[in-house]
């Protein structure tokens, strides 16, 4: 029984140890910009020149690493949303933050190893995660692009 209990803690131990180390440290973070300066500086701009990109093939490896440079951009302002004040909640919000984190990696992925098919279907997924978003948080259950 003894042996039991012991390897009963050391297992939650373990466990605890794992989950400390997954947990991302947010001591000291002090998030400046709001989630709409976040967008006009950040996402707007890195979003638009992805989907310019998977629109219209870059010409160069120049291009192709601007591309991944915006895509990349894009990813890590995803993760600036589920940071402090601007996590709007611990569901959705930061499962469509999650969404466009992803979608930008692929983007980013794609350009690096200048595959436009990727980098097309990447954007088309940025896209998707931008407007599960928008509708209930900036939109109000409009559509993107809809007039108010």
Aim: hydrophobic share 50%; glycine share 6%.
């Amino acid at each position: 029984m003894r042996a039991v209990t012991i390897g009963g803690i050391l297992t939650l131990c373990c466990a605890a140890s794992m989950a400390a180390q997954r947990a991302p440290n947010t001591a000291g973070v002090r998030p400046i910009a709001s989630v709409k300066q976040l967008h006009d500086v950040m996402i707007t701009p890195a979003s638009d020149a992805v989907f310019a990109a998977a629109g219209e093939t870059p010409a160069n490896a120049k291009a192709w690493e601007a591309a991944r440079n915006q895509a990349l951009v894009l990813a890590e302002a995803g993760n600036l949303l589920m940071l402090g004040s601007r996590a709007r909640d611990n569901a959705a919000w930061m499962t469509m933050s999650r969404a466009l984190v992803d979608a930008a990696a692929a983007a980013a992925t794609a350009a690096e190893q200048k595959d436009a098919k990727a980098l097309e279907g990447a954007g088309d997924s940025i896209t998707v995660a931008c407007e599960t978003c928008h509708r209930p948080y900036r939109d109000r259950g409009r559509q993107m692009g809809a007039p108010k």
